[in-house]
Antibody, heavy 115, light 110 residues
Framework: EVQLVESGGGLVQPGGSLRLSCVVS????????LNWVRQAPGKGLEWVSV???????SYADSVKGRFTISRDYSKNTIYLQMNSLRADDTAVYYC?????????WGQGTLVTVSS | QSVLTQPPSVSAAPGQKVTVSCSGS????????VSWYQQLPGTAPRLHIY???KRPSGIPGRFSGSKSATSATLAITGLQTGDEADYYC???????????FGSGTRVTVL
């Protein structure tokens, strides 16, 4: 059974850092595109980043230079390292697999950036 | 400002049909397959249409998708109260090398 489970969210001050994790089961993190998508309170979906099967990455302009996506094959987990956090980074962060479309999603983890 | 444009809301009575449009450009919809996602309040989005017009297992045949040039459409027939949700289109943008979502459309059953 395919499952994605995020963790690592919480309250952080502006300028701070946080690392999100997404533990994957049912397939290998090296075999599909894995994405981070976020949703600010009351707003729409915003794509954040992707790590491709071969390991290359891409980022939304809004997070480029501040966020880093990575993966650990041994733990079948992807990560999102978030630095220099701002108030407008406050959102529920989802990890999602792309196979045809974004076909499996985690339950999300809430990141709140506030002093 | 979303790269893909959707109407903020659409509505219809139970049993009727609604359509949701998604307008983009040559670098996104014009070059790549479109997906549609349903998001019920407080839950993660769920894929309802992929590759423009394909339905994942478990999605009723009342949901259909189509694409023409730089626009895509989601149609829901036999509308049910359980279909009340936000719907988002999404696709890759080859020019920007990113995934883009539409602004979202609230479907209301009158």
């Amino acid at each position: 059974e395919v499952q994605l489970v995020e963790s690592g969210g919480g309250l952080v001050q502006p300028g701070g850092s946080l690392r999100l994790s997404c533990v994957v089961s049912g397939f290998s993190v090296t075999s599909n595109y894995l994405n981070w998508v976020r949703q600010a309170p009351g707003k729409g979906l915003e794509w954040v980043s992707v790590i491709y099967g071969a390991g290359s990455t891409s980022y939304a302009d809004s997070v480029k230079g501040r966020f880093t996506i990575s993966r650990d094959y041994s733990k079948n987990t992807i990560y999102l390292q978030m630095n220099s956090l701002r108030a407008d980074d406050t959102a529920v962060y989802y990890c999602a697999r792309h196979l045809g479309g974004l076909d499996y999603w985690g339950q999300g983890t809430l990141v709140t950036v506030s002093s | 400002q979303s790269v893909l444009t959707q109407p903020p809301s659409v509505s219809a009575a139970p049993g009727q049909k609604v359509t949701v449009s998604c307008s983009g450009s040559n670098s996104n919809i014009g070059s790549n397959h479109v997906s549609w996602y349903q998001q019920l309040p407080g839950t993660a989005p769920r894929l309802h249409i992929y590759d423009n017009d394909k339905r994942p297992s478990g999605i009723p045949g009342r949901f259909s998708g189509s694409k023409s040039a730089t626009s895509a459409t989601l149609a829901i027939t036999g509308l049910q109260t359980g279909d009340e949700a936000d719907y988002y289109c999404g696709t890759w943008d080859s020019g920007l090398n990113v995934y883009v979502f539409g602004s979202g459309t609230r479907v209301t059953v009158l």
